[in-house]
């Protein structure tokens, strides 16, 4: 440091002794208590106030998480209650593969592409849609499907996909919904 600011640092240092060596030593203990209690309210309303508010709202998101936890596992535990009271929720009793599975096993052996498959939430219906597919190849695709026994077509639509023609026979689209018969 500087000579100058060596002197303005005595300066700021030396004033305030200054002024309390003018003052009283009843004067002096009155500043300080009062230095003491300001300090003391500066570090409350600035440190603990704020830890506190924050500890409140941290125990009222865990209160609040903990319903919701409560909530969750009641609805999950009437879920699994219903799921147990509802029969024949599986596919096929003597197949392991869900309906979602057999559609896109059965697909691939006929060489057919899924262009969308949406199975329904009771895991026993689901839509499924070919985009250009040959008319044989989906004929084949649904006489397969129709000897599973099990299984039957809902709804059924077909639209020309153009006026490409394939030597396997005319492009179409279709749509369909199946469903899985309990058994």
Not at 20 to 49: F, H, K, N, P, Y
Request: net charge positive; charged share 15%; proline share 4%.
């Amino acid at each position: 440091m500087t000579t100058l600011g060596t002197t303005r640092l005595a300066a700021v240092i030396s004033t305030p002794k200054r002024y309390l060596a003018r003052c009283t030593r009843r004067e002096q203990v009155s500043l300080l208590a009062g230095s003491l209690l300001v300090m003391l309210t500066a570090g409350w309303l600035l440190i603990w106030q704020p830890v506190f508010s924050a500890r409140s709202a941290s125990q009222a998101r865990l209160m609040s998480a903990q319903d919701t936890l409560a909530q969750v596992n009641g609805m999950a535990a009437e879920l699994a209650q219903l799921r147990s009271a509802a029969p024949g929720v599986s596919v096929q009793a003597s197949s392991p593969q869900s309906l979602p599975q057999m559609l896109n096993t059965l697909a691939a052996q006929m060489g057919i592409a899924i262009a969308s498959l949406e199975p329904a939430a009771d895991n026993q219906s689901a839509g499924v849609r070919f985009d250009a597919v040959s008319m044989s190849l989906l004929l084949a695709w649904l006489a397969e499907l129709e000897s599973t026994e099990g299984i039957r077509v809902e709804q059924l639509t077909l639209t020309p996909a153009g006026a490409n023609q394939s030597s396997v026979g005319e492009l179409i689209n279709a749509s369909l919904r199946i469903r899985s018969v309990a058994q």
